[in-house]
């Protein structure tokens, strides 16, 4: 049997706190340990939810795809063919997470962060409900600019406004660039985000996806349109770079299936008995509760650089409210 305090423990407000929160990725922490940095870049770093998005991207390329010969030219064809696979496949990929978890409730609250449920009847949401202001925000802007950052980067392939590579030109450095995109995606989220918590920005933009207090997985591309411009944009980095058109594709996939890591609210998705799936972040979940905190993830540090850091305990906390306190000049 899987329970929860082997995991973590509830608060007194019935807060589920996981216990590895305050875990660090060992590639920061000194002395180096090179086993444990071994053991997080095999498990934590590729066979990790990063696979799951390139294995997605991968067979969204090579089985649903047109070929580039069709795509020298913009046309409706292979144009809509591309945004209905996104939907298709985005649509499958969060209700797979979220009908289970938040529907039919398979596990109740166990493992789940916030012990409330997100579906109280709010002015703030689009439609006064969560679940509908996180679809229409999702599907009726999100997927359509994920799809099309996703086409202008395959007709710069196909037209040859920009050169590509083929895997048989060098193996070595194709696998190279498909690994440091989880990296290069987590220090453009950092910038990109930080930027969005600009007074002006987040007024204007950010503030869509921060309705989201107790989020769920159909939050997580929850956004204004032009947070999700910027949010996608990290794609451009392969218009500059020689890459292959799945490095580009697996570049969105990565943003944009993986978006749902860090908003679906539960430390795990209990399968059976013995098994389960582990689903959180519950770094970025913190930055939803408290807001100007854990503005990146944990691969690349930013918020213990510069002071921004969250891991649920006591501790952190004191100091969140005391450097908010300097901020407000209190």
Known sequence: MIEEENFGFRDK????????????????????????????????????????????????????TPPL????????????????????????????????????KSQGIKFKFNPNWPEKIQKLFTFNRQIFDNLFWSLFWGVPIWTGFEILSLWFYASGTIPFFRFNDSPIYFFLILLLIPAFRDAHFYLVHRFLHFKF??????????????PGPWSSLSMHPIEHLLYFSGVIIHWIILSHPLHAIYHLFHAGLG?????????QMLLNDKYAIDLSNYNHYLHH????????????????????????????????????KNIKGE
Request: aromatic share 22%; no cysteine.
């Open 13 to 64: 407000r019935g807060h589920f706190v996981p216990k590895e929160a305050t875990d660090k990725n060992p590639v920061w922490v000194l002395p180096l340990n090179f086993k444990k940095i071994l053991s997080w870049f095999i498990f934590s770093y590729i066979f990790s939810w990063n696979l799951v998005y390139l294995i997605f991207a991968f067979i969204a390329y090579y089985f649903f």
């Open 69 to 104: 010969s069709e795509m020298k030219s913009f046309a409706p064809g292979w144009m809509s063919e591309i945004l209905l696979r996104n939907y298709v496949i985005g649509t499958i990929f969060f209700s797979l997470i979220h009908i289970p978890l938040y529907i039919s």
């Open 201 to 214: 920005m987040y007024k204007i933009a950010h503030s869509v996806h921060h309705r989201n207090i107790n």
């Open 259 to 267: 978006s749902a890591n860090g908003h679906i609210g539960f430390k």
């Open 289 to 324: 509760k408290y807001f100007e905190v854990n503005y990146g993830n944990l691969m690349i540090p930013f918020d213990q650089w510069f002071g921004t850091y969250h891991d649920g305990s006591e501790e952190l906390h004191n100091q969140m409210q005391l450097r908010l």
